[in-house]
């Protein structure tokens, strides 16, 4: 059973999460790995998403900020999002799915493998 882990700052400038992945590689075939949150009384958001074989598809209204990278050594994904406002405070997962891009309003069911989810607060 694969497990995602976030960890990064709470209170923050700037925004970096991690997540380490435990239980499986992240290189393993037809996997892909997506950022996603959810901000206070609002729906899911999906980020982008990092490939098993390592390509990056993103969400368009956050292309311009998202820089999405891993370590396949350590089994670890990155998400650093740039120029961040208070409109930024969200709980940040990683998941695991079978689709590379959303141009639909995601749902939970739509991977498999879900991380606990960090909060992180920007400051006005």
């Known amino acids: 059973q694969v497990q995602l882990q976030e960890s990064g700052p709470g209170l923050v400038q700037s925004l970096s999460v991690t997540c380490t992945v435990s239980?499986?590689?992240?290189?393993?075939?037809?996997?892909?790995y997506s950022w996603i949150r959810q901000a206070p009384g609002k729906g899911l958001e999906w980020i982008g998403s990092?490939?098993?074989?390592?390509?990056?598809q993103w969400n368009p209204s956050l292309k311009n900020r998202t820089s999405l990278s891993r370590d396949s050594a350590k089994n670890q994904l990155f998400l650093r999002l740039s120029s961040v406002t208070p409109e930024d405070t969200a709980v940040y997962y990683c998941?695991?799915?079978?689709?590379?891009?959303?141009?639909?309003?995601?749902?939970?069911?739509?991977?498999?493998?879900w991380g606990q989810g960090i909060q992180v607060i920007v400051p006005s």
């Open positions: 990092i490939s098993y074989f390592g390509s990056n």
């Open positions: 239980g499986g590689s992240i290189r393993i075939n037809n996997y892909y």
């Open positions: 998941a695991r799915g079978t689709r590379e891009i959303f141009d639909r309003p995601i749902v939970r069911s739509d991977f498999g493998s």
